[in-house]
């Protein structure tokens, strides 16, 4: 089996609109985000890294990086399908995003997602090489908390 991040191309653009309508109707129904227009800016903004979580040929989820000034990175937008959850996939992923960028970063947890708010807390307390985690204040109102923590480079088990 095999589990890889890949690149979201500017040509896959109605693919991942698809994917983040699904996304906010769980994580922000109250907010009016046209998906295809945000898909559109995450593919063309040059801070921004987006990834389909892929197990074997399936994309099984997606994530959006942000880089933020000083090395510093944002994870943004994080799904695993709901087909896929509970398989230990969601933890795979984060696992190889991390890796791929060590150093500082951040996420905000939406208050519509119980589901992420046990998932990054657990996640976050277990895998290798995540030091100086800080549980803070929400980044908007339509989330319940945030994480900083930083990423050291030995991600190996």
Not at 40 to 49: A, E, Y
Not at 52 to 73: E, K, T
Not at 130 to 145: D, M
Request: proline share 4%; charged share 25%; hydrophobic share 40%.
């Amino acid at each position: 089996m095999s589990f890889r991040l890949t690149l979201i191309l500017p040509r896959e653009r109605a693919r991942l609109a698809a994917t983040l309508a699904k996304y906010y109707s769980e994580t922000a129904p109250d907010l009016r985000i046209d998906p295809s227009e945000r898909a559109g800016q995450m593919l063309h903004r040059k801070d921004v890294t987006a990834f389909w979580i892929r197990q074997d040929d399936d994309r099984v989820g997606f994530a959006i990086v942000l880089n933020l000034p000083d090395d510093r990175r944002e994870l943004s937008e994080f799904a695993i399908d709901t087909l896929h959850r509970r398989q230990g996939l969601g933890h795979a992923a984060a696992k190889l995003i991390f890796a791929e960028f060590p150093g500082y970063w951040r996420m905000g947890i939406s208050a519509q997602s119980p589901h992420a708010v046990a998932f990054w807390g657990t996640c976050l307390s277990a895998l290798r090489g995540v030091e100086q985690l800080r549980e803070g204040a929400p980044f908007t109102a339509h989330q319940a908390k945030s994480y900083s923590f930083y990423i050291s480079g030995d991600q190996d088990d």
